[in-house]
């Protein structure tokens, strides 16, 4: 399978390290011609305006609306469940409160249970991160803190407000690479 992870700014390094470690070819995504073919696409965390401001200098806007439109699976972690929501992207019926549970010294961890994850709780690590504001009956909440939602699922859209990416728990990229290994197995006769 190959994953892209847009590499515009933020934390896209730490991403494409763990999808490599579960097996999948990561390719770096800067410019449209860069999500041909993809299986899966991660938008990793970072600074949303800045993101916003190079995925509309680089023309990704439309090609990214189109590739989740496709169906083809779309990971957002903190500021890439911003670019998913409604007003930014509009690829996911949800509405991001930005920076929602503070500044940057407010930052913090916590140990979630997340729907779909079968084990212990999983450590999430939050930097000034969103939670869900609100959202459309289509969108499944997998976890909250403090009772704001901060992982959500609809179809194949995965978003989750805090940094998967930092800790040693890989199983949010495996619930994420088998939506993708669905689509791989569709695109390629059968055979995931």
Not at 102 to 119: H, K, N, P, T, Y
Request: hydrophobic share 45%.
């Amino acid at each position: 399978m190959t994953i892209g992870v847009l590499a515009l700014q933020g934390g896209f390094a730490a991403h494409a390290r763990m999808l490599r470690s579960l097996g999948a070819e990561v390719r770096e995504v800067r410019v449209p011609g860069d999500l041909d073919g993809l299986d899966g696409l991660v938008i990793p965390g970072g600074e949303s305006t800045t993101m916003t401001l190079g995925i509309e200098r680089e023309g990704l806007t439309e090609p990214l609306r189109a590739l989740a439109a496709a169906g083809t699976p779309v990971l957002g972690t903190c500021a890439g469940l911003i670019l998913l929501d409604r007003k930014h992207l509009g690829v996911m019926d949800i509405e991001a409160r930005r920076n929602a549970f503070g500044r940057q010294v407010r930052s913090f961890e916590a140990d979630l249970e997340l729907d779909g994850i079968d084990g212990p709780r999983l450590r999430a690590v939050f930097i000034r991160a969103p939670w869900i504001a609100s959202h459309g009956d289509d969108v499944q909440m997998l976890a909250a803190v403090e009772g704001h939602a901060v992982a959500a699922q609809q179809d194949n859209l995965l978003a989750v407000a805090f940094h998967p990416e930092l800790g040693p728990d890989t199983r949010l990229h495996e619930r994420f690479l088998a939506l993708g290994a669905v689509r791989y197995a569709a695109s390629s006769g059968g055979a995931a």
